[in-house]
């Protein structure tokens, strides 16, 4: 220590001492004058206004609110727990507390919205305060007394600065220190930051929506009951609770089979206009009285009540493209439902109880619906399957999706075939085997838990093994014909799985060029990811069980391309896994030495070429025929065949070039027959992808590649991109010939639409109509909290 550094030290010290006293005597002093000008809050304070005036919420202001706000307020990760996807979530206010913390070595409180709090008051509580006036409702209170009122403001008296990239005191990672000001805080906040009013880092509101927005706030920010879904869905909804509310035990284990697997989905009826959403919960009260949600940390946690009854609940929420899970029910799929569970011949003797050790792993849980039938239910959908854990609750991933591959391709095993391990019977007794990291896990020793997991793993494949050579020896040798195809015409048979970092997109058929790995996954693994990615993730819990959960996930995926080496001959194999794995923990290696090298049975498929892997996703396109869904293949867009051209010649760069691009860009191509929507995504070359940590140290930035889809695919854009389709040559060759850093500097002045821009906000919404006019049952409202500013 040198010299006058520890009473240097002790100074620094009391003048954070000195700073924070002076802030909480600030805060004290602004509460004390709002409380004298305006009365104490109170939440019940706002809901004695009339509502029902000018501008009215339904009709002016939820419209305005979901384009300008939503678009950064709507995930679990919105700033300071602040959604504003629905009126509830404005009621409900901003909290300190983080939802995303890879820290914590406890599970935080819940905070979901309409379930762990029924009332304001009750939010209060959980620590959420108001951004709308609580106090004595007047004009002067409703706007000096509103956190989103005064933000409004602050950004109109100092709009952003006119530079194309914002300075640097806009701080745009993802985990930033947050302010969430209280209203007492709010004069500190606006002298200390007088650029960052709202919407933050992204243009102003135009004055008329402004004023609107403004006025609503002024008037007292009230709603109208939000409206009812008409007697034809009523009906619908009545027809469908009395199938799931059956009270024979087979359809009692059957309804709860079904809850678990659809409880994050956004039910359609397809048969009736598109509109209305409804989520499958949980009640304590049959059909034909008010919905009582069960509120549980996993949805096969203990009810705690003698008899669940299985409701659709309409969702009042604005529909958001990341968590938005389209799931149609119409007759088709009721008679599907009763073949496969209600009106099917096997018997229930008991039901199943809610121990964490069984409910957690379904093995054990439905060992008496047949998995056959289990199989068919999720591969009838097994997109929305995928899904779950790809959209869900996870709005910020890395940790969870580093252990996947930037691009791969999913197929499944046939449930005709014997590979498809659909013996319910042989699943229940291994099911110890089969058993998920518990919820009470927490132990955040990497290692240890790998080399656990890799034991039980191990049991798992020697049984299966043991289990074909058994009864199925035929098996061992196999062709393509394991492959489920989806009877030619079931799109869910192939699907392309993308990772833009730290969230992830699936889409129905093989988008780009064949990809270096790809998973085959019979019912045993679908089961396991869905419970250890879906059912059983607990967003709010702690550091342990995010990390063993990742551990664990390393083996599902280790499996799934073990099932596709099996395709492949052994010379082609041992290349595919020399080059997954480079540089790999020892650990590893040996468990893939033991499991995938050691086995020497060749597969009963001819293979004429040099590149067997290319040759077998040929042979499995043509397996899959019409099934084989292409509307994300940019040849079939109506774009000029020079155009298609330009942009298909990305797909064939590779190199570190690449990493200048964004993880997602969406490109709007202006034709001249109108606009064109098309994504464009990078690829990240990685070694291995078995480590938890040092993402970049596992980089092969010289793999990196680009891929083209029609329409919009993913529900964060890193960067957008307007082009006239004149100008789409050149602009694919900037991409081409970029270098550095102010290469792309140069593209975005050329071509990007930026952030700061004024346009902004009306290319937003014109991607948005784009979207929801090109992929009307799955659009939802973007996301804008990955928005570069570069």
Same mark, same amino acid.
């Given at each position: 220590m040198t010299p006058g550094s520890g009473a240097l030290t002790i100074l620094k010290r009391l003048l954070v001492i000195a700073l924070a006293m002076g802030l909480a005597g600030c805060t004290a002093w602004e509460r004390y004058h709002l409380n004298r000008e305006f009365g104490k809050p109170d939440s019940v304070t706002r809901l004695v206004t009339a509502a029902g005036k000018d501008p009215e919420y339904h009709r002016d202001i939820r419209p305005l609110i979901e384009t300008r706000c939503t678009v950064?307020?709507?995930?679990?990760?919105?700033?300071?727990?602040?959604k504003l996807d629905a009126y509830a979530g404005v009621e409900r206010g901003a909290s300190k507390a983080k939802v995303y913390d890879g820290t914590r070595l406890l599970a935080a409180n819940l905070t979901r919205l309409f379930v762990d709090a029924s009332n304001t008051g009750e939010w209060r509580d959980k620590g959420f305060s108001p951004v709308l006036?609580?106090?004595?409702?007047?004009?002067?209170?409703?706007?000096?007394?509103?956190?989103?009122?005064?933000?409004?403001?602050?950004?109109?008296?100092?709009?952003?600065?006119?530079?194309?990239?914002?300075?640097?005191?806009?701080?745009?990672?993802?985990?930033?220190?947050?302010?969430?000001?209280?209203?007492?805080?709010?004069?500190?906040?606006e002298k200390k930051y007088p650029l960052w009013g709202m919407p933050y880092g992204l243009p102003g509101l135009s004055s008329d929506e402004s004023q609107l927005l403004m006025r609503w706030i002024e008037t007292g920010a009230q709603t109208t009951v939000t409206p009812e879904p008409d007697a034809r869905y009523q009906a619908a909804i009545a027809t469908w609770e009395a199938l799931?509310?059956?009270?024979?035990?087979?359809?009692?284990?059957?309804?709860?089979?079904?809850?678990?697997?659809?409880?994050?989905?956004?039910?359609?009826?397809?048969?009736?206009?598109?509109?209305?959403?409804?989520?499958?919960?949980?009640?304590?009260?049959?059909?034909?009285?008010?919905?009582?949600?069960?509120?549980?940390?996993?949805?096969?946690?203990?009810?705690?009540?003698?008899?669940?009854?299985?409701?659709?609940?309409?969702?009042?929420?604005?529909?958001?493209?990341?968590?938005?899970?389209?799931?149609?029910?119409?007759?088709?799929?009721?008679?599907?439902?009763?073949?496969?569970?209600?009106?099917?011949?096997?018997?229930?003797?008991?039901?199943?109880?809610?121990?964490?050790?069984?409910?957690?792993?379904?093995?054990?849980?439905?060992r008496e619906l047949p998995a056959q039938s289990r199989y068919r239910f999720m591969l009838d959908d097994a997109r929305f399957i995928i899904q779950g854990f790809i959209k869900g609750p996870v709005c910020r991933g890395q940790l969870a999706l580093n252990v996947?591959?930037?691009?791969?391709?999913?197929?499944?095993?046939?449930?005709?075939?014997?590979?498809?391990?659909?013996?319910?019977?042989?699943?229940?007794?291994?099911?110890?085997?089969?058993?998920?990291?518990?919820a009470k896990e927490s132990n955040v020793l990497p290692i240890t838990n790998w080399l656990r997991y890799a034991k039980l793993q191990r049991e798992w494949l020697q049984a299966k093994g043991s289990y074909f050579q058994e009864n199925f020896p035929q098996v061992v040798h196999p062709t393509v014909d394991v492959i489920w195809n989806g009877e030619q015409s079931n799109p869910n048979a192939a699907l392309t799985v993308f990772r833009h970092f730290d969230s992830a997109t699936v889409s129905y058929g093989w988008v780009g060029t064949p990809p270096k790995t790809a998973w085959v996954i019979g019912y045993p693994l679908l089961e396991r990811i869905h419970y250890l990615l879906v059912a059983g993730f607990d967003?709010?819990?702690?550091?342990?069980?995010?990390?063993?959960?990742?551990?664990?996930?390393?083996?599902?995926?280790?499996?799934?391309?073990?099932?596709?080496?099996?395709?492949?001959?052994?010379?082609?194999?041992?290349?595919?896994?020399?080059?997954?794995?480079?540089?790999?923990?020892?650990?590893?290696?040996?468990?893939?030495?033991d499991h995938w090298l050691s086995n020497r049975v060749?597969?009963?498929?001819?293979?004429?070429? =040099?590149?067997?892997?290319?040759?077998?996703?040929?042979?499995?396109?043509?397996?899959?025929?019409?099934?084989?869904?292409?509307?994300?293949?940019?040849?079939?867009?109506?774009?000029?065949?020079?155009?298609?051209?330009?942009?298909?010649?990305?797909?064939?760069?590779?190199?570190?070039?690449?990493?200048?691009?964004?993880?997602? =860009?969406?490109?709007v191509v202006q034709a001249h027959h109108g606009e064109y929507p098309l994504t464009i995504l990078h690829n990240n070359g990685y070694k291995n992808l078995s480590t938890l940590f040092m993402e970049n140290s596992r980089r092969l930035p010289d793999e990196d590649s680009l891929t083209i889809a029609n329409g919009f695919l993913g529900a964060y854009p890193n960067a957008l991109f307007h082009v006239?389709?004149?100008?789409? =040559?050149?602009?694919?060759?900037?991409?081409?010939?970029?270098?550095?850093a102010a290469d792309y500097t140069a593209l975005m002045d050329r071509f990007g639409v930026r952030r700061s821009e004024t346009t902004f906000w009306a290319f937003s919404d014109r991607i948005h109509q784009l979207h929801k006019a090109t992929n009307p049952t799955d659009a939802g409202l973007f996301d804008y909290n990955r928005l570069e500013n570069r």
């Open positions: 950064c307020h709507g995930c679990y990760d919105a700033p300071c727990q602040l006036n609580e106090r004595q409702q007047s004009p002067a209170a409703n706007t000096q007394g509103s956190v989103m009122y005064r933000m409004l403001a602050l950004k109109e008296a100092h709009p952003l600065p006119q530079e194309a990239i914002l300075p640097a005191s806009f701080d745009f990672s993802l985990d930033r220190a947050e302010q969430c000001t209280t209203i007492e805080e709010m004069p500190a906040y799931l509310n059956r009270d024979d035990l087979r359809s009692q284990v059957s309804a709860r089979y079904i809850y678990e697997h659809l409880f994050y989905g956004n039910l359609y009826f397809s048969e009736l206009p598109l509109g209305p959403y409804f989520r499958l919960v949980r009640s304590s009260t049959p059909p034909g009285e008010p919905i009582r949600e069960i509120a549980t940390r996993r949805p096969y946690d203990d009810p705690g009540v003698p008899r669940v009854y299985y409701r659709l609940w309409h969702n009042p929420s604005s529909t958001l493209d990341k968590t938005h899970m389209p799931y149609a029910l119409d007759a088709q799929r009721m008679q599907r439902w009763k073949a496969l569970f209600f009106d099917a011949g096997f018997a229930v003797g008991q039901l199943p109880g809610y121990e964490p050790e069984l409910a957690s792993n379904p093995f054990a849980t439905f996947i591959d930037d691009r791969f391709w999913v197929m499944f095993v046939d449930p005709e075939h014997p590979s498809a391990m659909d013996n319910g019977n042989y699943l229940a007794q291994h099911s110890e085997v089969l058993q998920l990291p518990a967003v709010y819990g702690n550091l342990g069980h995010q990390l063993v959960t990742r551990l664990y996930m390393d083996f599902l995926r280790m499996e799934g391309e073990a099932n596709f080496l099996l395709l492949l001959p052994e010379p082609a194999r041992k290349q595919a896994l020399a080059h997954w794995y480079q540089d790999a923990p020892e650990h590893v290696m040996k468990y893939v030495d060749e597969p009963a498929i001819t293979y004429r070429s =040099a590149d067997p892997k290319r040759e077998l996703f040929g042979l499995l396109e043509q397996h899959f025929g019409n099934a084989l869904d292409q509307h994300r293949d940019i040849t079939h867009s109506p774009l000029q065949p020079a155009t298609i051209d330009a942009l298909q010649n990305l797909e064939n760069l590779r190199g570190e070039a690449l990493s200048l691009m964004p993880e997602t =860009a969406f490109l006239h389709e004149h100008d789409v =040559a050149l602009f694919t060759n900037r991409i081409r010939q970029m270098r550095s």
